[in-house]
Nanobody
Framework: VQLQASGGGLVQAGGSLRLSCAAS????????MAWFRQAPGKGREFVAA????????HVADSVKDRFSISGDRGKNTVYLRMNVLKPEDTASYSC????????????????????WGQGTQVTVSS
């Protein structure tokens, strides 16, 4: 299984980015795909998740008015759209996949995820 994240970069505050996570290596129909982020000196933070089988999504309260998650099942790719970026959004963003028989809103803990991609760095300048 491979999860390939991309789309990070340096952006000014107020700008936007779209991260992509391409998954391969197995059937992900019964999986939840999620984005987590980790800033220097801080723990891993849940950002958003999507459950492939029913298309339901969940976005962390801290970013739900600015971030959204979507997916293309044909490409096995999940996207994280980030708008009105703030310096505090600066972090390494990683995608993860975990088999799930629970609702997507319950998929916020990193231990629920079996597979992780490498991080893509997002840096927001003030």
């Amino acid at each position: 299984v491979q999860l390939q994240a991309s789309g990070g970069g340096l952006v000014q505050a107020g700008g936007s980015l779209r991260l992509s996570c391409a998954a391969s290596g197995r059937n992900f129909d019964n999986y939840i795909m999620a984005w987590f982020r980790q800033a220097p000196g801080k723990g891993r933070e849940f950002v958003a998740a999507l459950k492939w089988i029913d298309g339901t999504t969940h976005v962390a309260d801290s970013v739900k008015d600015r971030f959204s998650i979507s997916g293309d099942r044909g490409k096995n790719t999940v996207y994280l759209r980030m708008n009105v970026l703030k310096p505090e959004d600066t972090a390494s963003y990683s995608c993860a996949a975990g088999e799930a028989d629970y609702a997507v809103v319950a998929g916020t803990h990193p231990l629920l995820y079996d597979y992780w991609g490498q991080g893509t760095q997002v840096t927001v300048s003030s």
